[in-house]
């Protein structure tokens, strides 16, 4: 594999960074997870909109321009053969000292990933997956606002071993006002009917871009969507609940807090909109070859 840093390829064991680098000792940097499906890069300038406005909120300067961030993945992609994959994108904040300070740190650091992902078993997204909600709460959105995708990511981590210890993979997080936000690495929907429904993004979701797709998608199928704030009894009574996201596609939930989710297994508007997602991402994207 070669991995791609500031600018060069290096072969695995030669990519290196330093243990001096604040993304290591402080997890201070951002990143993304993009898709590569059939030769082309999904989604890939709303992946590096995302990127560059995470960057903005922690003032950290990325030094390329969007232009050549992109040219940058489908380089690495190209060099890797990843027409099927995934992309890992991280930008650290670079050297510095063991204090905190990220203004004393040298040039922030790129570093392109192209390799592949399998979050779930496949046979999860037949049978559908099990969640429970966990007593560790979202970031408050005026601590570490949760639309920056930042390279720390203790807060997720601390509810998905709530979770593995309660005997399922994925746990729902709620707010500290006790609204449901999202999935550790995933975007929630409720469908009731005809109606679909995810959290607005102030109460404390990532502004998915899986998520952002499947509403376009949904729209144009006739589903009423919208942003509603969603509690425990919403997920419970729900008809289907689903999870989205870049690494995990669409899959459907089966089973939250030991309650059976509808009827037990991923619902036809899920399977629906998983279609329509696989179909799109199939045909679109800046080709690599
Ligand atoms: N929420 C969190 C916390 C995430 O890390 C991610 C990305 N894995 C998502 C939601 C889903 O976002 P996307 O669809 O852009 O991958």
């Given at each position: 594999?070669?991995?791609?840093?500031?600018?060069?390829?290096?072969a695995?064991?030669?990519?290196?960074i330093?243990?001096?680098d604040h993304?290591?000792?402080?997890?201070d940097?951002?990143?993304e997870?993009?898709?590569?499906?059939?030769?082309?890069?999904?989604m890939?300038?709303?992946?590096?909109?995302?990127?560059y406005?995470?960057?903005k909120?922690?003032?950290?300067?990325?030094?390329?321009?969007?232009?050549?961030?992109?040219?940058?993945?489908?380089?690495?992609?190209?060099?890797?053969?990843?027409?099927?994959?995934?992309?890992?994108l991280?930008?650290t904040r670079?050297?510095?000292?063991?204090?905190l300070?990220?203004?004393?740190?040298?040039?922030?650091q790129v570093?392109?990933?192209?390799?592949?992902?399998?979050?779930y078993?496949?046979?999860?997204?037949?049978?559908g997956?099990?969640?429970?909600?966990?007593?560790?709460l979202?970031?408050?959105?005026?601590s570490?606002?949760?639309?920056?995708?930042?390279?720390?990511?203790?807060?997720?981590?601390m509810?998905?071993?709530?979770?593995?210890?309660?005997?399922v993979m994925?746990a729902?997080?709620?707010?500290?006002?006790?609204?449901?936000?999202?999935?550790?690495?995933?975007?929630?929907?409720?469908?009731?009917?005809?109606?679909l429904?995810?959290?607005?993004?102030w109460?404390?979701a990532?502004?998915?871009?899986?998520?952002n797709?499947?509403?376009?998608?949904?729209?144009?199928q006739?589903?009423?969507?919208r942003?509603?704030?969603?509690?425990?009894?919403?997920?419970?009574t729900a008809?289907e609940?689903f999870?989205t996201?870049?690494?995990?596609?669409?899959?459907g939930v089966?089973?939250i807090?030991?309650r059976?989710?509808?009827k037990g297994?991923p619902?036809?508007?899920?399977?629906?909109?998983?279609?329509?997602?696989?179909?799109?991402?199939?045909?679109?994207?800046?080709?690599?070859l």
């Open positions: 594999m070669k991995i791609y840093i500031n600018g060069r390829l290096f695995e064991k030669d990519a290196k330093s243990v001096f993304g290591l000792l402080y997890g940097g951002v990143f997870g993009i898709r590569t499906y059939n030769g082309r890069v999904f890939l300038e709303e992946h590096l909109h995302r990127l406005r995470s960057a909120a922690i003032t950290l300067n990325i030094p390329l321009e969007k232009d050549g961030m992109s040219k940058a993945v489908v380089r690495t992609c190209k060099a890797n053969r990843t027409l099927n994959g995934y992309v890992r991280v930008v670079g050297v510095g000292t063991l204090g300070n990220p203004f004393v740190c040298s040039k922030p570093i392109i990933i192209a390799a592949n992902i399998q979050l078993p496949k046979k999860l997204y037949e049978d997956l099990k969640l429970v909600t966990v007593g560790t979202r970031n408050h959105t005026e570490v606002s949760p639309n920056i995708k930042s390279l720390n990511y203790l807060n997720n981590i509810a998905k071993i709530e979770a593995i210890n309660a005997g994925e729902i997080m709620l707010n500290p006002q006790g609204f449901v936000a999202e999935a550790t690495g995933d975007n929630i929907f409720v469908v009731k009917g005809d109606r429904r995810t959290p607005p993004i109460a404390g990532l502004e998915g871009i899986t998520r797709v499947v509403m376009g998608l949904a729209a144009e006739g589903y009423d969507v942003e509603e704030t969603l509690t425990r009894y919403d997920l419970y008809d609940v999870l996201g870049t690494a995990a596609e669409i899959i089966v089973e807090d030991r059976i989710v509808g297994a619902g036809p508007v899920t399977r629906r909109l998983a279609n329509a997602f696989r179909a799109l991402a199939r045909s679109t994207g800046v080709p690599i």
